[in-house]
């Protein structure tokens, strides 16, 4: 039965494919894709991106992420940095599926060893970390260093320039689907380019990160950009978002 079933889809399949003749028949010509002036340059916010720490350093796309009041971190020029103690960050505004770039620099911290050294990080829907790690010569676990998933899958490469140099991070991310139920119907996937090179593929994202255990999903829409305050002087400039 599974034969002949196998083989009426072949016929089928066959048969479809031979009706086609004229090459109109797969082109499309509605919808229109609108259009979008892109950055003068690579990095630079396209005309529909939202800024969300642009020049200057203005932070009021962002708040405390324990108190909602204004984010109290230090700025230098253009770059928001952490300040340590102040907590972390997170934006105004609520997204979902998107495309983000931030640009990050980790201080110089003699003495300072593993997840201690350069640490902060990019929490997509205040729940699932992009690490941010000075983790050029220095050991910590894999998937812990910079470009990780945190704790659920290290970086394809290490991409990263040298300690000092502003960073990149252009991430693709698709946020988790729920049905009514708050059942998980489809997981968060996120594609990460570190200075341009891919470093996750389309990674299929556990649940939200833990420090401790293995990580559950658990119901959620769209929700914050958050930014970690580590205790480590990491500094961040131009960032933008696109909804998708
Ligand atoms: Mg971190």
Redesign the pocket.
């Known amino acids: 039965m599974r034969n002949y079933l196998l083989l009426f889809i072949l016929v089928a399949g066959y048969s479809v494919q031979a009706q086609i003749s004229d090459p109109k028949a797969t082109e499309f010509y509605e919808p229109v894709p609108p259009k979008v002036k892109p950055g003068a340059q690579l990095g630079e916010a396209p005309e529909d991106a939202i800024i969300l720490l642009g020049s200057g350093a203005d932070a009021s796309e962002w708040v405390s992420s324990s108190s909602g009041g204004d984010a109290e971190w230090n700025t230098e020029g253009d770059a928001l940095v952490v300040k340590p103690g102040a907590g972390n960050i997170s934006t105004r505004r609520k997204f979902g599926d998107m495309q983000l770039h931030v640009e990050w620099r980790s201080p110089n911290e003699p003495g300072k060893e593993g997840q201690g050294r350069g ?3 990019i929490f997509l829907q205040d729940r699932y ?1 992009v ?3 000075e983790s050029e010569g220095s050991d910590t676990y894999t998937n812990g260093q910079a470009g990780s998933i ?1 704790k659920q899958t290290p970086p394809l490469v290490n991409a990263l320039k040298p300690m000092g140099d502003w960073q990149s991070y252009d991430i693709i991310y698709t946020a988790p689907r729920f049905n009514a139920d708050g059942i998980l119907i489809r997981p968060a996937y996120v594609t990460l380019l570190m200075n341009g090179v891919v470093v996750q593929n389309n990674f299929e994202i556990k649940g939200p990160t833990e420090y401790i255990g293995l990580p559950h999903y658990v119901a959620h829409g769209d929700d914050v950009i958050t930014l ?1 305050d ?1 205790s480590n002087e990491v500094a961040y400039r131009n960032i933008w978002v696109r909804e998708l």
């Open positions: 640490n902060s990080g970390e690490q941010v790690l945190y970690q580590h």
